[in-house]
């Protein structure tokens, strides 16, 4: 009987590497509050991802909801329906109105061409996503922002490392938000960061995580605790030291993937989005009406085999019941992203997953189209 395959698993690098680390916080017992590793580790993703200001948190949650807050946004933001949902949960959170738009059917990010007509005299941002961390069309999305005077907030929850002809795509918008959960490409246990495009703006994003706080009796802000701990910082500065193998081992199962799938009927294969360098996050595929059985029937005979899949995103942010009276998350505005929600399968891609483990989950799939 083969083992169990999980759709995602945590990278953990030897734990003999980790006690260095905290043998060091035990010493200086700092927990918190910025303290070495915090600063270390911001540093170095700088120095990672080339951009030029990183503010660490305790969760990419709290970094969306925190980059709302250090904007002043207002009223309506502009978002996808094709999204986890802290993306809204966020808007919701922090007193927005979400006003969803439709998807484009290939990359299944935001669809530039659907902006103008949901902006209204309330919009005053656009909460776009890099979904599966391919990249949004950056320049038709600013072109809109500029011609509107809106901000632009990217959900970059995805997007660890990826880059475009021009350098990192955090570098977009105004702001850039990072999620290090246990599942992402690069965790930190938990946590997350704002790229900030300059010194003042990371400077304003610092107090506010920190409850306001410029010094011990002055706070400038209504800010809320969203501090990265120092067990979670090292771990970060050590899982930065395996980075570029769990990005190879993604991108060889990624390639196993495409290889074998290619040419199924009815299994679409989600294609790049044109990044020059890409993080294989995920390995969507869409499950049509070509295909012999449908998308929840192949989800569950993976998992009668003992391979866990997860559709992913099903189903939409909008129909949820908190989103479903908006007026923007009737399905019928949202015809493409529907079809996505409903079509969408996970494979499972992680660095500890074989060669042999990831073929037979194609096999599987291949096996279900005959």
């Known amino acids: 009987m083969n083992k169990p395959i999980y759709v995602t ?17 035990w010493a200086n017992k700092v927990l918190t509050n910025g303290g070495p590793f915090h600063q270390q580790l911001e540093q170095a993703l700088c120095e990672y991802l080339g951009v030029k200001h990183v503010a660490l948190f305790s969760n990419g949650t709290l970094g969306l909801i925190t980059a709302l807050q250090s904007l002043r946004i207002t009223g309506e933001v502009i978002t996808t329906p094709y999204s986890f949902v802290a993306t809204a949960h966020s808007l919701l959170w922090h007193g927005n109105k979400p006003v969803f738009v439709d998807i484009d059917p290939n990359t299944l990010n935001i669809d530039p061409s659907k902006i103008e007509a949901a902006i209204t005299p309330q919009t005053t941002a656009i909460m776009p996503v890099h979904c599966y961390g391919n990249p949004c069309d950056v320049v038709s999305i600013q072109k809109i922002a500029d011609n509107y005077n809106l901000r632009v907030i990217y959900d970059a929850a995805h997007a660890f490392g990826v880059k475009d002809e021009g350098g990192s795509i955090l570098r ?36 506010l995580k920190n409850f306001g706080f410029v ?27 395996h980075i570029d193998h769990v990005m190879q081992r993604r991108r060889a199962i990624d390639t196993i993937y495409r290889n074998e799938l290619e040419a199924v009927p009815g299994i679409k294969c989600l294609p790049q989005a044109g990044q020059k360098v890409a993080n294989y996050s995920y390995f969507p595929i869409l499950v049509n009406e070509n295909y012999p059985i449908s998308r929840d029937d ?7 085999v003992g391979i866990n899949s997860r559709r992913y995103f099903y189903p939409l942010i909008s129909n949820f019941s908190m989103y479903r009276g908006i007026s923007s998350a009737e399905p019928k505005n949202l015809p493409v992203a529907n079809t996505a929600a409903n ?28």
């Not at 010094?215 to 030291?241: C, D, H, R, W, Y």
């Not at 192949?298 to 009668?304: A, G």
């Not at 060669?355 to 291949?366: C, G, L």
């Open 9 to 25: 698993q945590p990278y953990l690098p030897p734990l003999e590497e980790f006690t260095p680390y905290l043998e060091k916080i």
């Open 172 to 207: 977009h918008g105004d702001l850039s938000v990072l999620s290090f959960h246990a599942t992402k490409v690069f965790n930190t246990f938990e946590g997350g960061a704002i790229i900030c495009p300059d010194e003042k703006t990371k400077q304003r994003i610092d107090h």
């Open 215 to 241: 010094n011990e009796t002055t706070v400038v802000a209504p800010g809320i605790n969203a501090k990265m701990s120092e067990i979670n910082a090292a771990f970060g500065l050590l899982q930065l030291k």
């Open 298 to 304: 192949l989800y569950q005979k993976l998992k009668d």
């Open 343 to 370: 079509q969408v399968i996970c494979l499972p891609i992680y660095p500890n997953l074989t060669d042999i483990e990831a073929t037979r989950i194609a096999k599987e799939i291949v096996k279900g189209a005959n």
